[in-house]
């Protein structure tokens, strides 16, 4: 079992739900971002996603965006971000999710990518364009270098391709919670639960609620009836507001501790 599904069985005795955080790799720099995950891990946060900087972020709005060019201008490429991982599997047993797109795994490799990846600590792998009807290769790789595949759900996913990502994803099952772009929200969409709902009658595997969850009441919503939930944009604007400072860090972990007293 992986480190993400030792945190979900771990979390299910203690009565908690998780708190998944996302960053981009290399904004405002690489120790910056070493900084923040291991704040986060000391905040309490369950699982860190690790965003790789790509020129093309379509699933991503504004924020994250301008987060990856900043991070693209200061030279981050997709090596950079493994030793990243590296680095910070040398200090923490954080749960840590890279979530990419499938242009820098394919111009890497495949398999490449999977086995430098598992090899520099990560313990999975979201790629947000990779749909499952496309993924046999990927996941052939994956489950060949011991990495959870995670897929995305949306309010438009038919129960057929539901029942295909609770089939081959692992580790936990993304509920994306509307249409369109990341970006942090004031309110969910009414219908997310009914969403969580339909992904339950076709798994037992977790599911986290991402896109547009900004703070603790929304978390606490989330964690009345799915798994945990997932803040990035927030944090991304959090980061980019410190400019550097040297509180980034402490700044980012009251807020994440903040995030992570709702999910109890």
Do not use: H
């Amino acid at each position: 079992m992986s480190r993400i599904g030792e945190r979900f069985q771990e979390l299910s005795r203690r009565g908690e739900k998780a708190l998944v955080c996302f960053i981009t790799a290399g904004d405002p720099d690489m120790d910056s971002s070493e900084a923040v995950v291991l704040a986060l891990a000391e905040a309490g946060v369950d699982i860190v996603e690790i965003g790789v900087p790509f020129s093309d972020p379509l699933a991503d709005g504004p924020s994250i965006q301008a987060s990856s060019q900043r991070a693209l201008d200061g030279g981050v490429t997709p090596p950079a971000v493994l030793d990243l991982v590296r680095r910070v599997r040398e200090k923490s047993d954080l749960p840590l999710v890279l979530m990419t797109y499938f242009n820098p795994v394919q111009m890497m490799g495949v398999r490449r990518f999977a086995d430098e990846a598992a090899a520099a600590g990560a313990d999975g792998v979201i790629m947000t364009d990779l749909p499952p009807e496309e993924a046999g290769e990927w996941k052939a790789a994956a489950d060949a270098a011991g990495l959870d595949t995670i897929f995305l759900l949306a309010p438009t996913s038919t129960d057929e391709r539901i029942r295909r990502v609770a089939e081959m994803g692992s580790g936990f099952i993304y509920c994306v919670s509307r249409t369109g772009v990341t970006g942090a929200r004031k309110e969910l969409p009414a219908d997310v639960k009914d969403l969580v709902n339909r992904i339950r009658n076709s798994t037992t595997k977790p599911i986290v609620v991402g896109f547009g969850v900004s703070g603790p009441e929304q978390v606490r919503e989330i964690s009345k009836w799915a798994d945990g939930a997932v803040v990035g944009s927030a944090l991304v604007d959090l980061i980019a507001s410190a400019d550097g400072s040297d509180s980034l860090a402490e700044r980012v972990r009251a807020f994440a501790s903040a995030l992570k007293a709702a999910t109890v």
